[in-house]
């Protein structure tokens, strides 16, 4: 397992700095019991509507291994865009508050699902023919908050990350050439805590060798200076003007018309 310090909310200037320096920081307590049974009743209900469409063979993240995919339509997940225990820190990560919400959502494996490659969840958009700069030159560009919907634990295939990843031009190595210290690199937590998270920070799934679910959602902001062309209408209007002030601003650029 990893040895990690998992923070508070309110410890806001040490859960920045451990972001800058490991690519990722956990954070306990970011839900409250009444947040968190309310989120899981949306994962688990997306996940029965996704199983009975996609059979394990079929997953789009490996046997039995699933992304949630956009589901910023739901109710469950616009919760999570204004979240005051993660907001002061990705405030505080970024120096400003005019990042924007990228979408929600996030995703779970089912007992037998086996172990994940490493993998970054960013390619280098810069493509600099005179090979100067990179996408893991910047400061984080991309950030994910993924949500622990149950406890996190080796058995049930909690996420691995590897620290320090975040800024290297390095690629991550293949299953075959993964060290064991990596696939050990894992980390566990209670429930209702979150991993806010710099998205070129390698990770990866572990074997599910429980007999639960195990899902994670999430929610993602781009930084004040960086966009993705995907960015586009994909929150109803009905729950756009449920947001307060604050999400409002962050889901400008996801609101739909209808």
């Not at 339509?73 to 990042?99: F, N, Q, R």
Request: charged fraction near 25%; include cysteine.
């Amino acid at each position: 397992m990893l040895d990690i310090e998992v923070l508070s909310p309110d410890e806001i200037d040490k859960a920045a700095e451990t972001f800058h320096r490991d690519g990722f920081v956990v954070v306990k307590d970011s839900l409250t019991p009444e947040q968190l049974e309310y989120a899981r009743e949306g994962a688990y209900r997306v996940i029965a509507e996704q199983k009975a469409e996609t059979p394990f063979e079929e997953a789009n993240g490996g046997y039995a291994r699933y992304s949630y995919g956009q589901q910023i339509h739901h109710p469950e997940w616009v919760m999570l865009i204004d979240l005051p225990t993660i907001l002061p820190i990705v405030d505080k990560i970024w120096g400003s508050e005019d990042y924007v919400c990228s979408g929600a959502g996030g995703d779970y494996s089912h007992p037998g699902a086996k172990i994940q490659h490493l993998h970054s969840d960013m390619h280098d958009v810069f493509k600099d023919p005179f090979g100067l700069s990179s996408t893991f030159d910047v400061p984080a560009p991309y950030i994910v908050v993924n949500f622990m919907m149950v406890d996190f634990k080796k058995v049930n295939g909690a996420t691995r990350f590897i620290p320090c990843t975040h800024r290297t031009r390095q690629r991550p190595p293949t299953l075959e050439d993964e060290p064991e210290w990596m696939k050990e690199s894992i980390i566990s937590g209670p429930a209702a805590a979150a991993i806010i998270r710099d998205v070129r920070c390698w990770h990866g799934g572990t074997p599910n060798d429980s007999d639960e679910i195990r899902p994670m959602t999430s929610v993602g902001y781009f930084a004040p200076w960086f966009r993705k062309k995907e960015l586009g209408p994909c929150l109803p209007r009905h729950l756009y003007e449920k947001l307060s002030d604050r999400g409002k601003q962050l889901c400008r650029y996801l609101v739909s018309e209808t």
